[in-house]
């Protein structure tokens, strides 16, 4: 079993950052492909960005490509999704899941986070 909790959301301005953490654990964890996802009210969950379990190679949604950095802390069991030039359109719910590859697809990870809030003011 892995277990994922998710920490750092909060308010930030238009073309503010902020960094979110995802914080594992479990034995399989560091064999896990780490991705983020994101939600609003009565939307479907939105892939960000994934990560492999190496943190060789990463992934991106054309919505954050450029802006939005993820990348992984081996030794401690940490992915991390570093948000710039914020948008009110980032305002999500941001999920951290984890599972065998680093798919965009949400029902492919197996693993989920209780979520946490990101908030951009206009």
């Known amino acids: 079993q892995v277990q994922l909790a998710e920490s750092g959301g909060g308010l930030v301005p238009t073309g503010g950052s902020l960094k979110l953490s995802c914080v594992g654990s479990?034995?399989?964890?560091?064999?896990?492909?780490i991705a983020w996802f994101r939600q609003t009210p009565g939307e479907y969950r939105e892939f960000v960005a994934s990560i492999t379990w190496s943190g060789s190679t990463t992934y991106y949604a054309d919505a954050v490509k450029g802006r939005f950095t993820i990348s992984r802390d081996i030794d401690n069991n940490i992915v991390y999704l570093q948000i710039s030039k914020a948008k009110p359109d980032d305002t999500a719910l941001y999920y951290c899941?984890?599972?065998?590859?680093?798919?965009?697809?949400?029902?492919?990870?197996?693993?989920w986070g209780q979520g946490t809030q990101v908030t951009v003011s206009s």
């Open positions: 899941a984890g599972g065998f590859s680093p798919r965009s697809e949400w029902d492919t990870y197996d693993y």
């Open positions: 479990g034995r399989t964890f560091s064999d896990q492909a």
